[in-house]
């Protein structure tokens, strides 16, 4: 998904297919003045806190995309348009075994907890099973069953377009190891050039709510999060480890100066 006026972004995406060889097809995404008034106030404020217009309007880029997925035979691998990919992205793709509604592609290098047996193994990747996520919604395969499930909650909740994949919606999930794809700003933090500057205007601080009686809501759907996160820290102690994925820097350090070139 591309905003229209992120000309270079699009170019940065259209580079990599073209050097990894696959097909790209690329969906507008929605501007946060594509919003109206109305709808605005109907649906940010159905999550833990209120959400910005940018939210909201990835949220329902996502969404878009969702629908397409669950009309395709065969599910669709649905990428933000800063996505830096592995050189071994096509190959992995092209061996992803069924039994999943969504598998993560890429890694934000912050913890999450997985499964401590890989659901399956293969000589130059693994999916783990994700036992509760956070954050991530840079690039992902999503099958048409999960793709039905996410619009079957849809219609009656909003929330951020990875709070709502990896929060909302109870989705069999994996993530691959090590992972296909780091966002711009990501690798930019590590020392690795993209040959693109990017900022995210999706995820800024945020103030906490003060607790009055127009935010009880909020709080509300806060502390049930909370409540649910007690059952995962517990599986700690049986079958799961909060860590972050497996990341092998050194083949975007050797990739990038390919897709920049």
């Known amino acids: 998904m591309n905003l229209d006026r992120a000309v270079d972004r699009r170019t940065f995406m259209e580079r990599q297919a073209e050097l990894l060889g696959f097909p790209l097809t690329r969906l507008r995404a929605v501007e946060a003045g594509d919003i109206t008034v109305a709808d605005y106030r109907r649906l940010s404020r159905q999550w833990e806190r209120p959400m910005t217009r940018n939210e909201l309007a990835a949220f329902l880029s996502h969404r878009a995309l969702w629908e397409r997925a669950a009309g395709s035979t065969g599910?669709?691998?649905?990428?933000e348009d800063d996505a830096v990919l592995s050189p071994r992205f096509i190959s992995v793709i092209e061996r992803l075994p069924d039994g999943f509604d969504l598998i993560n592609l890429e890694t934000v290098g912050r913890r999450k907890f997985l499964g401590r047996k890989p659901a399956a193994s293969f000589d130059d990747f693994r999916l783990t099973p994700v036992v509760r996520e956070k954050s991530g919604a840079g690039a992902?395969?999503?099958?048409?069953?999960?793709?039905?499930?996410?619009?079957?909650?849809?219609?009656?909740?909003?929330?951020?377009a990875d709070a709502f994949m990896f929060g909302v919606a109870r989705l069999k999930i994996a993530q691959i190891e090590p992972a296909l794809t780091m966002q711009v700003h990501l690798l930019a933090e590590r020392g690795i050039d993209a040959g693109m500057v990017t900022q995210t205007s999706i995820h800024q601080p945020r103030q906490k709510l003060p607790l009055t009686l127009?935010?009880?809501?909020?709080?509300?759907?806060?502390?049930?999060?909370?409540?649910?996160?007690?059952?995962?820290?517990?599986r700690r102690l049986i079958d799961a480890d909060?860590?972050?994925?497996?990341?092998?820097?050194?083949?975007?350090?050797s990739f990038l100066p390919i897709a920049m070139g």
């Open 75 to 79: 599910g669709m691998v649905i990428m």
């Open 140 to 160: 992902y395969f999503l099958s048409p069953v999960g793709a039905r499930k996410l619009l079957a909650l849809a219609g009656t909740r909003v929330a951020p």
């Open 214 to 234: 127009s935010n009880l809501p909020f709080h509300w759907r806060r502390s049930l999060t909370q409540v649910a996160l007690l059952g995962v820290q517990v």
């Open 242 to 253: 909060f860590r972050a994925p497996a990341f092998n820097e050194h083949e975007f350090r």
